[in-house]
């Protein structure tokens, strides 16, 4: 008896069982790669420059990151300490709020125009502070 | 800069368009928010050459003037930035240009901050 309730446990059932589903896997598959995969609009191309981008992007976040982590100076007012400690933030987080802005709200533009943006952050985001190597 | 426009006239406006009040609070709100890296960028264009005349009554060479003033305008001409680039877009969207615009400009700021450590500032 525990036998055949071990058997109907590893079973796969019969296709005639009514909580059978079929996987749609198969057909998807069959479309072959780099067919209905991709999001449309979007070449592999381009997926690879967005992914060059998205590399240069991050080195700049860190560098960023680093420079807001060497210790500043303070000049005894609390709220002004604050103030710079959040303008610290809001500078690292500035390189991936403008890749993210770029690439959301440029979706339906041509492609020169999407890397245009990209490029322009690159140029207005240099951390000059890192590499100058004033901040190391 | 027409797409963004069209995805907008293709939808239907009604219940995805967000209302006048709403568009309007979230500007204000990030004009305030602006308005802190306005006044750091006066305080430095006012402050240094105070300081500097201060302590070497030396007065400030064009380049450094030129950074002192880049400093002022930079959140007025980002702020404007984003205020052509949030037109007839949706609320989301110009919320986060506008976020993304004042971390540009806290970036741009800090550059400027670290010039005179290699730039001289001094006439």
């Known amino acids: 008896m525990g036998a055949d309730a071990d058997d109907?446990?590893?079973?796969?059932?019969?296709e005639s069982d009514p909580t059978h589903v079929d996987s749609a896997g198969p057909d998807d598959a069959a479309a072959g790669p780099g067919g209905p995969v991709l999001a449309p609009g979007t070449s592999s191309a381009m997926l690879v420059v967005f992914g060059v981008f998205g590399g240069i992007y991050l080195l700049y976040t860190v560098a960023w990151l680093i420079t807001a982590m060497q210790p500043g100076y303070t000049t005894g007012n609390a709220l002004n300490d604050l103030?710079?400690?959040?303008?610290?933030?809001?500078?690292?987080?500035?390189?991936p709020a403008w890749f993210i802005a770029a690439l959301a709200l440029t979706a339906s533009r041509r492609n020169w125009v999407r890397i245009l943006f990209l490029v322009l952050g690159i140029v207005v985001l240099l951390p000059w502070g890192f590499v100058s190597g004033r901040i190391w | 800069m027409a797409q963004p426009a069209d995805v907008e006239t293709a939808e239907p406006a009604g219940p995805r368009r967000a209302p006048v009040w709403l568009s309007w609070t979230v500007t204000i709100v990030f004009a305030v928010l602006y308005t802190y890296p306005l006044w750091v960028g006066i305080g430095n264009a006012v402050g240094y050459p105070q300081t500097i005349w201060e302590h070497y009554h030396l007065g400030i060479n064009p380049g450094g003037w030129a950074l002192l003033v880049a400093g002022v305008l930079t959140a007025p001409a980002v702020f404007g930035c984003c205020l052509l680039l949030g037109r007839s877009r949706g609320i989301l969207a110009r919320v986060l240009i506008y976020a993304a615009g004042l971390c540009v400009v806290s970036a741009v700021l800090a550059s400027l901050t670290i010039a005179p450590s290699f730039v001289n500032f001094i006439a």
């Open chain 1, 83 to 95: 103030m710079t400690q959040i303008s610290s933030v809001l500078a690292v987080l500035a390189a």
């Open chain 1, 8 to 14: 109907e446990a590893l079973s796969w059932g019969h």
